[in-house]
């Protein structure tokens, strides 16, 4: 595991650290900056300030650099016609990821965000950045959204999703994509946050073989929703964004097959954290 250089590391997390007049603030410091005609149009001088402000101002809750990294690797290797994201917060992501589909010949990036507020700031920064042409931002719960953009046309089929929103969800939208068959032989998944604060429901589906998915399924073992083993600290993180919103029901389809494994990498405050790949490599019959 390479080592976290502390110099770059953000300010420290908060009890509150975000949804309370950060994300607003954060726009009103880039377009204030003196060099704001020279950060237009480059994705790499937004995320600079971007990380910034999260150095010296206030904590946000980006990917970071060092799990951003690892997610743009991946996009070089998959080259990703279009990738998913579900959770954009404040577009750090999707402006990272959406440069690098763009760099590797990919035609879309869709951002889904279910604070309409965020959405605003993603939207203001992918402009600022000049990604619009790339990116669309999708303001509206991750599973309604994935199911109107489907019904649509819109979206056909997921070459690479990550999954960075409310940590119950990645399960249920998972289930949702496969039911869709949107998530197919040759799609990968990186989901982030799988150390901190944890996502073991997730993590149990994905490597899971075809037989246990199956059994679980026959069985009705694993329903969705809300599981106990998220802990008291992601349900506080997350439940003033979320609320108690009932997370939509799917089968998925239980007879892919999942190649997964954890990078090991931190957090941009540096506390360690990692991203876990997952690769869908076949399906049974």
């Excluded at 300010?11 to 204030?32: K, P, S, T, W």
Aim: with cysteine; hydrophobic share 30%; aromatic share 8%.
């Amino acid at each position: 595991m390479p080592h976290f250089d502390q110099k770059k590391a953000y300010a420290e997390q908060e009890e509150v650290f975000f949804d309370d007049g950060r994300e607003i603030e954060l726009l009103h410091y880039i377009y204030n900056k003196p060099d704001i005609d020279e950060i237009r149009g480059s994705p790499e001088r937004v995320l600079a300030a971007i990380d910034e402000y999260g150095r010296t101002k206030k904590y946000l809750m980006n990917v970071g650099e060092d799990k951003g990294k690892i997610v743009c690797d991946l996009i070089a290797e998959v080259k990703p016609e279009t990738m998913v994201e579900l959770g954009g917060y404040i577009g750090y992501s999707c402006i990272l990821f959406g440069n690098a589909v763009r760099k590797a010949g990919g035609k879309r990036y869709f951002s889904l965000e279910r604070n309409p507020e965020f959405g605003a700031v993603i939207s203001s920064l992918v402009d600022l950045a000049g990604l619009d042409d790339v990116i669309k931002v999708v303001v509206g719960s991750s599973d309604a959204s994935i199911q109107r953009l489907y019904d649509s046309g819109k979206l056909k089929h997921i070459d690479l999703m990550f999954l960075d929103h409310y940590k119950p969800a990645y399960t249920t939208d998972l289930k949702l994509c496969e039911e869709l068959k949107l998530v197919t032989p040759g799609s990968v998944l990186a989901a982030d946050n799988v150390i901190k604060p944890g996502n073991p429901p997730y993590l149990e589906y994905v490597r899971s073989t075809v037989a246990e998915k199956r059994k679980k399924a026959e069985s009705g073992d694993g329903e969705n929703g809300p599981d106990a083993r998220f802990g008291d600290r992601t349900a506080k993180q997350y439940a003033k964004r979320q609320g108690d919103e009932k997370l939509k029901t799917s089968k998925g389809n239980p007879n892919l097959v999942y190649e997964s494994k954890l990078v090991n990498s931190y957090e941009p405050t540096g506390v360690p954290d990692g991203v876990e790949i997952t690769r869908c490599t076949g399906e049974e019959t």
